[in-house]
């Protein structure tokens, strides 16, 4: 079983940063790879962004392209996601999760999630 802990979610203005760290339960994390996903209010749940276990392929979201960057430190178990120039429409709960392969759905444990809120 993998546990996902998600934090540095937070309150932020239009056009700041945020990076927010995923750490997961299992020494051997880089056969894992890793997501974030989010879900605003009244919306369904979101893929934003992917890497591959040993953090050589990544993948984006349109919508998070040239503002979002995700990594990993496997040495940590850890997996990043910086965030920056910030949107309102960025608003949303978003959630770290694990899985196989890299793609934008299909992943297996999943984390309690962080909120992110911008404002205008």
């Known amino acids: 079983q993998v546990q996902l802990v998600e934090s540095g979610g937070g309150l932020v203005p239009a056009g700041g940063s945020l990076r927010l760290s995923c750490a997961a339960s299992?020494?051997?994390?880089?056969?894992?790879?890793m997501a974030w996903f989010r879900q605003a209010p009244g919306k369904e749940r979101e893929f934003v962004t992917a890497?591959?276990?040993?953090?050589?392929?990544?993948y984006n979201a349109d919508s998070v392209k040239g503002r979002f960057t995700i990594s990993r430190d496997n040495a940590k178990s850890t997996v990043y996601l910086q965030m920056n120039n910030l949107k309102p429409e960025d608003t949303a709960v978003y959630y770290c999760?694990?899985?196989?392969?890299?793609?934008?759905?299909?992943?297996?444990?999943w984390g309690q999630g962080t909120q992110v809120t911008v404002t205008s």
């Open positions: 999760a694990a899985g196989w392969v890299v793609s934008q759905r299909g992943y297996d444990y």
């Open positions: 299992i020494r051997t994390s880089s056969r894992y790879a």
């Open positions: 890497i591959s276990g040993l953090g050589r392929a990544t």
